[in-house]
């Protein structure tokens, strides 16, 4: 059983516990960050813009040139925002994305499909930053194995935008 780092845990808290969170209007603005959604562990770019107050368009590239663990992440994600609390967003999103990753100097590639629930919120006095979360259903296909699997994404794994 893998055990949080402490960091993991006092980031949780601070959120659990903070009354102050607040969802705010981000139509037409460009969400620039990262996320680590993807079965190759990649940590990618992530590119957010909401179009409208329910939907919202997203893409992510991740690549690491090792020669040993190397690999790429291209996706495209579309969200539909389902309702709006005084203080989060909940959103549906489906993604698809193309990965390659290399283990031990052999490369493989496929691809990843993702039908998520999530949510993403603010806290005050800096409304600029989103957190998310997301959880769902997942199948990917990489070194010949089509895999089904639930999935589950904490606050630092789906992402972290920052909008201007």
Known sequence: MKIPSLSKILLGLTFLFNSNLM???LSNRLGVGLTQQYKNN?????????KSNAYAFG?????STSE????????LKIY????QEPNL????GFGVALISEKIN????????ADVTLGSEFHLKGIESIG????????????HDDAVFETSGHNLIQAAIHFYI
């Open 23 to 25: 969802a705010v209007d």
């Open 42 to 50: 990649l940590s990618a770019i992530s590119l957010k813009v909401q």
């Open 59 to 63: 893409a992510t590239l991740g690549l």
């Open 68 to 75: 040993r663990h190397g690999g790429y992440t291209a996706g």
């Open 80 to 83: 539909r925002i389902i309702f």
């Open 89 to 92: 967003n909940f959103f549906s």
């Open 105 to 112: 100097y052999q490369a493989s590639s496929g691809y990843q």
């Open 131 to 142: 957190f998310s979360f997301e959880f769902g259903l997942s199948m990917s296909k990489i």
